[in-house]
Every structure is written in structure tokens, then in C-alpha cells.
């Protein structure tokens, strides 16, 4: 008998084998938005999209791989999860929601079955997210307990979260400076923005005495993971926009207008259960012809809103 046959048999006679399938189905599959999201590796998914206080109700199939033979278990249940997940540290996931329904006890499956399950009005209180280092998801579980080897599937979700408009959102104003060389000052109109909004700003030039060779405006997403000595950032050029190409001359101003809507951005997170924040920066880049930087950050608040006359058949995907 070789090694495969051996190890299958001793699956078999013990009873460690896969003996169920389990499908996860909701009850809204057919009208429920879905939402294309890259994974770390860069494959794409196509998740169902909830919202916060929105009901998460459906059903678990479960087929017995060999009809007539029972399965027995100490229990089935379902799930709903919220998880952090370090990729540094992938063996631990902090769970900051956990419900569970049990869907069924202690006994034996001689047939094939299928159970109701309901989560209302969930609260989801963080946005999902897919980040550099660390990810934030909400899923389904379901498990057949058993003495041995628990039998389980999951069913990953997407969470938006909307904001209210802020009351108060103050423009920026910044200003560059090189003694008796360069004096610039900039301003943008206001210091928050929503996912599809606009960056709308000029650059006024009041002394210029070095030659500039081109300015750039860029936007920089910033990560945080980890907590104390132990934070670590990291930061990704989310896109650059060339502003100027050649030398301006005092008095001249730039207009900016940068578009957001083309771009795969998150909300603004911080410091989301004391694990991680995601941050945004406006980055504005001045390189002269002896390729000397001189550069302006800037923190901007970036959130999700509800578009006026949105419905959820505009999330849907083909």
C-alpha cells in the first residue's frame, strides 16, 4: 500500500476526513450589492456589501459526501466575526465583535440538512479594510464541532462605513520658505474630503530666486500597525500630480484640482482598537535644476458619504 492509500485509510478509519460540505447561502444573494476587493496577493473577489445595523440572515447547507453514513458531532453553529489581522503576526486574530447562533446540538446527521440562521441589526463598527500590513474583515463561520477535527467554512463580507458631513472644515494654509531664496505660500480650501471629492487649491509664488524645474502634488497614504515601541508605518504613494513643469516667476499662482474618484482609498482610521490607523497627506514637492527637493506635508481627513440618490444597485457588479 503506498503512503497516499495509507494516509486516506487512516483518515477514514478514524474519522478525520472532510465527511460534510457546508454552504453558506443569504437570503438576499440575488439583490444584495457586491464589491470587487483585491486580497494581499493582489487577487480580486467579488464580496456581498453590508452596512452598519444592517441584518446578516441566510442559510447553511450541509451535505453528507457519503449518503447513509451518519456524521457525528458535539454541535453546529454560525458565526458572525470581526477580526484584526496583523501579517506579522498571523496566528492571533483580535476579535472585537463575536456573535454566535447555534444552529444545532450534540447528536448524529444521517441526512443531508439545511438550517435558518439571523444576526439583526448588527452593529459593525470599523470599516473593512486591506492594508500593507494589517486587514480588517467581517465574516461568517460555520462549525461542525467535533472530537477530532472540527469541520468549518467561512464566508468573508465587506463593510462600508458612512460618515455625516463635518461642521467645521477649515481650508489649509502652508507656506515654503528658503531665506532671500523662495517664498511660497499655498493654500487648499478645505482640509477634509469625502472619497469621490475633489482637492481644490492654488500656489501663489511671492519671491522665487532659485530655478525651479518642476512641482509635483502628491497623495501619501500612511499605515500604522502595532502599539507603544513597537509601531511600525509604512507608506505608499497613493498617486502624483504634476503641478508646474518650468521656472515661475514672483506674482504667478497655480491653480490645483485633483480628482479623487479614480483612486482605491479607504476612510481616514484612527487608531481603530488600540491595533492600527490608516492616515492621508498631501505631499507637495518643488525639485530644482540641480534636482535639490523641497517639500510640504500636510494630514487631510478623507471619509465615505452617501451620494445623493445613490441606490444599492450602483454597487452591484456584473
Known amino acids: 500500500m503506498t503512503f497516499p492509500s495509507i494516509f486516506l485509510f487512516i483518515q477514514s478509519f478514524f474519522g478525520f476526513g472532510q465527511t460534510a460540505q457546508i454552504d453558506i447561502v443569504l437570503d438576499d444573494k440575488s439583490t444584495r450589492p457586491q464589491i470587487e476587493v483585491k486580497d494581499e496577493e493582489g487577487h480580486k473577489n467579488q464580496l456581498y456589501l453590508f452596512l452598519d445595523g444592517e441584518t ?3 442559510q447553511v447547507h450541509i451535505n453528507l459526501k457519503t449518503p447513509g453514513k451518519k456524521l ?3 454541535g453546529i453553529k454560525v458565526e458572525f466575526l470581526g477580526q484584526i489581522e496583523m501579517f506579522y503576526d498571523r496566528g492571533n486574530h483580535h476579535e472585537f465583535t463575536s456573535l454566535v447562533r447555534e444552529l444545532a446540538p450534540p447528536g448524529e446527521m ?3 440538512q439545511t438550517f435558518q440562521f439571523e444576526f439583526q441589526n448588527v452593529e459593525k463598527s470599523h470599516e473593512s479594510y486591506n492594508g500593507i500590513n494589517v486587514r480588517l474583515r467581517y465574516l461568517l463561520r460555520v462549525t461542525i464541532v467535533r472530537r477530532l ?3 468549518t467554512k467561512e464566508l468573508d ?3 462600508h462605513q458612512y460618515s455625516i458631513l463635518p461642521k467645521i472644515n477649515n481650508s489649509i494654509k502652508m507656506e515654503v520658505g ?3 531664496c523662495l517664498h511660497i505660500e499655498f493654500e487648499y480650501s478645505k482640509s477634509k474630503y469625502y472619497l469621490k471629492d475633489a482637492i481644490v487649491g492654488k500656489i501663489y509664488f511671492l519671491l522665487v530666486r532659485i530655478k525651479i524645474k518642476h512641482m509635483e502634488l502628491a497623495i501619501i497614504k500612511r499605515e500604522s500597525t502595532g502599539t507603544g515601541p ?4 509604512e507608506s505608499e504613494t497613493i498617486t502624483k500630480y504634476e503641478i508646474m513643469d518650468g521656472a515661475p516667476v514672483r506674482g504667478e499662482s497655480i491653480p490645483i484640482r485633483l480628482f479623487l474618484a479614480g483612486f482605491e482609498l479607504a476612510p481616514t482610521m484612527r487608531d481603530i482598537n488600540k491595533k492600527f490607523s490608516v492616515r492621508y497627506y498631501l505631499n507637495l514637492v518643488l525639485v530644482d535644476e540641480e534636482e535639490r527637493r ?3 506635508q500636510q494630514e487631510i481627513t478623507l471619509w465615505r458619504k452617501k451620494e445623493d440618490g445613490e441606490t444599492a444597485e450602483q454597487y452591484l457588479v456584473s
Open 178 to 180: 528658503i531665506e532671500d
Open 230 to 233: 513597537n509601531v511600525y508605518n
Open 56 to 58: 446578516v440572515k441566510g
Open 110 to 112: 444521517t441526512r443531508s
Open 149 to 151: 477535527a472540527d469541520i
Open 72 to 74: 457525528e458531532h458535539n
Open 157 to 159: 463580507l465587506w463593510v
Open 294 to 296: 523641497y517639500f510640504k
